[in-house]
């Protein structure tokens, strides 16, 4: 939900399910306890996977890096890199990877000696300055259309990353997918998820595992997520909203967001007259016509887009005892620098009041806080994301 590495006709639901998202439970801040009986509450807090989010407050992805298509140009990360991360302020990486474009024909499924010395030399001079790790498996899209057939591989990838790293430090932590969608509901992911970390588990009885729930890790389907009783594993979430502002101008969105200039936060101070040439539907103008006329403290594109939906967070995580990442939020470079900024800033702080860790979306890519070509980080970035909270 952020780069053209995503399939872009799927995304053309996406927008529709933000806006009525935000009348639901999670976007009004209203927490009821709604998952199935099977997700016991954790009552005691001081947990494995609690104590391991401590080193998962400040985060960047490596976006458009190892789960880039391999017959794409990908983004080079060098090592110096993780020196900067770490000077900047961030306390981790999150590393999404397409492991499966690596892997041999089933049942073995093997994977190439190739993808293991370029995820360790991130996970080592990550580890090597002082920066948590966070792996995943990213793009995998035969789990998304037929979740059922393609567990087999699922296990057997997660199989080979388990005994592979068994003896890697525990600032390492594995995500098992990335926004899982499409057929893979939460409620079929559910126990495949199970199965996977029961298996990681023979291996590597004390690493953390970090669970997305379906709808591309939508906060909405927290609902439908059951767990199994292990007190080592934390739950992860991706939040895009205002989705307007920070993806206009995204030309993988299947038309959703072609309107630019959208600023943060809104009202602008004249009002945004779209190009009749776009053609937008009546849900694109019906935002644009609240983005002009409401004023901040009811307009979409502003931190009521999201302040609710952390706050329905903190409450979830608090009742059944689960920590919660905020594996991805961001705003993509056709926005306006201070607006940007801005948006980074309400977000960051929303976030850090809700006790929630974070990572953005991404380090150096489409969406980016570094800007190689100067060596610094982009305008307003290293302001909105580590100056003092209010």
């Known amino acids: 939900m952020k780069h053209i590495h995503l399939n872009w006709l799927l995304l053309s639901a996406l927008l529709p399910f933000s806006q009525s998202f935000a009348q639901s439970e999670a976007g009004d801040g209203i927490f009821k306890p709604a998952n199935p009986p099977e997700l016991k509450p954790i009552a005691q807090h001081?947990?494995?996977?609690?104590?391991?989010?401590?080193?998962f407050q400040r985060g960047a992805n490596l976006g458009d890096y190892l789960e880039a298509n391999r017959r794409w140009r990908q983004i080079e990360v060098t090592a110096e890199e993780f020196a900067q991360m770490k000077k900047e302020g961030f306390d981790h990486v999150r590393v999404p990877i397409g492991w499966h474009q690596y892997a041999g024909p089933g049942?073995?499924?093997?994977?190439?000696?190739?993808?293991?010395?370029?995820?360790?030399?991130?996970v080592t001079n990550a580890l090597k300055n002082d920066l948590a790790v966070m792996i995943n498996i990213h793009h995998f899209n035969?789990?998304?259309?037929?979740?059922?057939n393609a567990t087999a591989e699922f296990l057997a990838i997660w199989r080979q990353i388990g005994d592979h790293y068994k003896n890697f430090s525990?600032?390492?932590?594995?995500?098992?997918?990335?926004?899982?969608?499409?057929?893979?509901?939460?409620?079929?992911?559910?126990p495949i998820y199970a199965q996977t970390i029961a298996q990681i588990r023979q291996t590597n009885p004390q690493r953390t595992i970090v669970v997305e729930p379906g709808g591309w890790g939508s906060i909405g389907e927290l609902k439908n997520l059951v767990l199994p009783p292990d007190d080592n594993v934390i739950v992860s979430v991706h939040c895009y909203d205002p989705f307007y502002f920070t993806h206009q101008g995204a030309t993988w969105t299947?038309?959703?967001?072609?309107?630019?200039?959208?600023?943060?936060?809104?009202?602008?101070?004249?009002?945004?007259?779209?190009?009749?040439?776009?053609?937008?539907?009546?849900?694109?103008?019906?935002w644009l016509e609240k983005y002009n006329t409401l004023p901040a403290e009811q307009n979409p594109s502003s931190p009521r887009a999201f302040t609710g939906k952390l706050k329905f967070l903190r409450q979830w995580s608090d009742y059944y005892g689960r920590p919660i990442h905020l594996g991805e939020f961001g705003a993509y470079t056709k926005g306006d620098e201070q607006s940007r900024a801005n948006f980074y800033a309400a977000f960051r702080r929303t976030a850090e009041q809700e006790k929630l860790g974070w990572c953005i979306w991404d380090w150096s890519a489409g969406f980016r806080y570094w800007d190689k070509a100067h060596n610094a980080p982009m305008p307003g970035m290293h302001a909105a994301l580590f100056g003092k909270s209010e």
């Open 46 to 55: 001081d947990t494995p996977a609690y104590r391991a989010m401590k080193q």
């Open 107 to 122: 049942p073995e499924f093997a994977l190439e000696p190739e993808i293991f010395a370029k995820v360790d030399f991130v």
């Open 142 to 148: 035969a789990l998304d259309q037929n979740p059922t």
């Open 170 to 190: 525990r600032q390492l932590v594995f995500e098992l997918d990335n926004e899982p969608h499409d057929n893979a509901t939460t409620a079929l992911m559910n």
């Open 254 to 286: 299947s038309g959703q967001t072609p309107v630019t200039g959208i600023i943060f936060p809104g009202p602008p101070a004249q009002p945004l007259v779209p190009d009749a040439k776009l053609q937008l539907k009546q849900n694109q103008l019906d």
